[in-house]
């Protein structure tokens, strides 16, 4: 069996046992990118500067792709947007910090939807990702890079950022395992924000054991991330547990309704039995407020992100574009034109959405009725969470869709996160593992959502599903 394809838990046993060396597995995985990546197209760019490697020599020496919004210092880090390029950080972000002590190996930084906007991976400046179960088809965004290098086995593990599906609908549509811990429970610190009271990082792995080994080195408290939460860390590695007797899981009936995919539902559904038969609790439950996810979602959200990306304006760094015409006060002009040429559509559409919604006259019409309807969403889950232990719903209500299909039809492409966003809007932890494959091969990702800071409840559940089915052994197959 070719190195690349083990786990992280199976090449460091392998390591500690002397069998390979961590050079031999960065070996193999370059080679694998340099056989691979010119048709999955998941990295933009390979190494940290230009492929010096970081670490190698530590705990976990294992190869990892970096999503290109996080911060490696004096390395080009641009969220794949014309705006940030040349930009190259002073600093590491935190996750980055942690990576390089435990000895990761950064293999590249991923490709992603521009400052993460999207939910296709087709937006960037550097062009789309592609899906390796169908190069046809999208992998999901906006963490799409991350989640096809780690489903084509181009590297062990990656990071990705979550801000309303953006590591777990990828990881449903690459048949891989994507977690979104808990809002403060990774730092996010050195993030390039899209919207900061959503944005989570977390990790995209190949099976629910490497997820918590990976959640083990980037969790915890970090005074220069101010929402950072203060708790401690359970070693997530003891929660894989093959029991779920006596949990109690809620299914939402406002989750399986029209527009739902039959083949997803099926497959959710099946899953469902397993863990059934397996020993845990299975009642309905409802989340009434879910309908206004999607609109709350793209009122606080796009607000954010208006707010943060008004500093790109061509004077601190990034891009700066000179008019060929003057207009108005050269500096005015210079700004106007340094935004328009710097960001893409899908940036000036959210933009302009969150700046009308903060605008006078409608902030209390928009911006201040989405934060009523965020907290309503959150009690939801509070009641819920009195009677049960874990929510189970579909990942996504479809599979992957093809290349060029949504990117036209703003609405149908927001409509993907209808599943995952409720999480984000509330604080959740929330993870997607494969189980099942629809009739053209394509994977089918189930989410499991708990209490804030109950990860350990969500490796249980998915370890326990996990262990009783073969889902996450399939490969696909890039010739």
Same mark, same amino acid.
């Given at each position: 069996?070719?190195?690349?394809?083990?786990?992280?838990?199976?090449?460091?046993?392998?390591?500690?046992?002397?069998?390979?060396?961590?050079?031999?597995?960065?070996?193999?995985?370059?080679?694998?990118?340099?056989?691979?990546?010119?048709?999955?197209?998941?990295?933009?760019?390979?190494?940290?500067?230009?492929?010096?490697?970081?670490?190698?020599?530590?705990?976990?020496?294992?190869?990892?792709?970096?999503?290109?919004?996080?911060?490696?210092?004096?390395?080009?880090?641009?969220?794949?947007?014309?705006?940030?390029?040349?930009?190259?950080?002073?600093?590491?972000?935190?996750?980055?910090?942690?990576?390089?002590?435990?000895?990761?190996?950064?293999?590249?930084?991923?490709?992603?939807?521009?400052?993460?906007?999207?939910?296709?991976?087709?937006?960037?400046?550097?062009?789309?990702?592609?899906?390796?179960?169908?190069?046809?088809?999208?992998?999901?965004?906006?963490?799409?890079?991350?989640?096809?290098?780690?489903?084509?086995?181009?590297?062990?593990?990656?990071?990705?950022?979550?801000?309303?599906?953006?590591?777990?609908?990828?990881?449903?549509?690459?048949?891989?395992?994507?977690?979104?811990?808990?809002?403060?429970?990774?730092?996010?610190?050195?993030?390039?924000?899209?919207?900061?009271?959503?944005?989570?990082?977390?990790?995209?792995?190949?099976?629910?054991?490497?997820?918590?080994?990976?959640?083990?080195?980037?969790?915890?408290?970090?005074?220069?991330?101010?929402?950072?939460?203060?708790?401690?860390?359970?070693?997530?590695?003891?929660?894989?547990?093959?029991?779920?007797?006596?949990?109690?899981?809620?299914?939402?009936?406002?989750?399986?309704?029209?527009?739902?995919?039959?083949?997803?539902?099926?497959?959710?559904?099946?899953?469902?039995?397993?863990?059934?038969?397996?020993?845990?609790?299975?009642?309905? +439950? %409802?989340? #009434?407020?879910?309908? *206004?996810?999607?609109?709350? @979602?793209? &009122?606080? !959200?796009?607000?954010?992100?208006?707010?943060?990306?008004?500093?790109?304006?061509?004077?601190?760094?990034?891009?700066?574009?000179?008019?060929?015409?003057?207009?108005?006060?050269?500096?005015?002009?210079?700004?106007?034109?340094?935004?328009?040429?710097?960001?893409?559509?899908?940036?000036?559409?959210?933009?302009?959405?969150?700046?009308?919604?903060?605008?006078?006259?409608?902030?209390?019409?928009?911006?201040?009725?989405?934060?009523?309807?965020?907290?309503?969403?959150?009690?939801?889950?509070?009641?819920?969470?009195?009677?049960?232990?874990?929510?189970?719903?579909?990942?996504?209500?479809?599979?992957?869709?093809?290349?060029?299909?949504? +990117? %036209?039809? #703003?609405?149908?492409? *927001?409509?993907?996160?209808? @599943?995952? &966003?409720? !999480?984000?809007?509330?604080?959740?932890?929330?993870?997607?593992?494969?189980?099942?494959?629809?009739?053209?091969?394509?994977?089918?990702?189930?989410?499991?959502?708990?209490?804030?800071?109950?990860?350990?409840?969500?490796?249980?559940?998915?370890?326990?599903?996990?262990?009783?089915?073969?889902?996450?052994?399939?490969?696909?197959?890039?010739?």
């Amino acid at each position: 069996m070719s190195l690349y394809t083990l786990t992280a838990h199976a090449l460091l046993d392998k390591i500690k046992s002397g069998q390979i060396s961590a050079a031999d597995v960065v070996a193999a995985f370059r080679k694998r990118i340099a056989d691979v990546d010119g048709k999955v197209k998941a990295l933009v760019r390979l190494g940290p500067d230009a492929g010096r490697d970081n670490g190698g020599s530590g705990l976990f020496p294992i190869p990892i792709a970096i999503k290109d919004n996080m911060c490696i210092r004096d390395v080009e880090t641009t969220c794949c947007s014309k705006i940030l390029k040349g930009f190259r950080p002073p600093y590491n972000a935190t996750v980055i910090e942690k990576i390089i002590e435990q000895g990761g190996v950064i293999l590249g930084q991923a490709n992603m939807d521009e400052f993460a906007f999207g939910s296709s991976c087709e937006t960037s400046c550097y062009g789309p990702t592609y899906n390796p179960w169908d190069l046809k088809r999208v992998p999901g965004g906006s963490s799409g890079g991350s989640a096809a290098s780690v489903a084509a086995d181009e590297v062990v593990w990656a990071l990705g950022s979550d801000t309303g599906g953006s590591i777990r609908q990828p990881a449903a549509f690459c048949g891989i395992v994507g977690l979104k811990p808990t809002y403060g429970r990774v730092s996010r610190y050195g993030l390039v924000a899209f919207a900061s009271s959503l944005d989570q990082i977390g990790p995209l792995t190949k099976d629910v054991h490497d997820c918590a080994l990976l959640m083990n080195i980037i969790s915890g408290y970090d005074r220069r991330d101010s929402t950072s939460v203060d708790v401690p860390v359970p070693d997530y590695t003891a929660s894989l547990i093959k029991d779920v007797k006596g949990l109690r899981i809620g299914i939402p009936k406002e989750c399986f309704i029209e527009g739902l995919n039959p083949e997803v539902e099926a497959s959710v559904r099946a899953a469902i039995e397993v863990l059934k038969k397996l020993g845990a609790l299975v009642v309905e +439950i %409802s989340l #009434p407020h879910t309908k *206004y996810a999607v609109a709350t @979602y793209y &009122i606080l !959200a796009t607000a954010e992100a208006s707010s943060n990306l008004a500093r790109f304006d061509g004077v601190r760094h990034g891009l700066r574009a000179q008019p060929t015409t003057s207009r108005k006060a050269p500096i005015v002009d210079m700004f106007e034109e340094t935004r328009n040429q710097g960001f893409g559509a899908e940036a000036k559409r959210r933009i302009m959405l969150g700046t009308y919604s903060l605008s006078s006259g409608y902030y209390d019409a928009y911006y201040l009725k989405g934060q009523k309807a965020r907290t309503l969403i959150k009690n939801d889950f509070d009641k819920a969470f009195e009677s049960v232990d874990i929510i189970v719903t579909p990942t996504a209500p479809t599979t992957a869709f093809k290349v060029g299909e949504k +990117i %036209s039809d #703003p609405l149908s492409m *927001y409509l993907s996160d209808i @599943y995952t &966003i409720p !999480a984000n809007l509330a604080g959740l932890p929330a993870m997607s593992l494969p189980c099942g494959f629809d009739q053209n091969g394509l994977p089918i990702g189930l989410q499991m959502v708990a209490k804030p800071f109950a990860e350990e409840t969500i490796f249980r559940a998915a370890y326990t599903y996990e262990q009783n089915t073969t889902w996450h052994t399939k490969k696909p197959v890039l010739n």
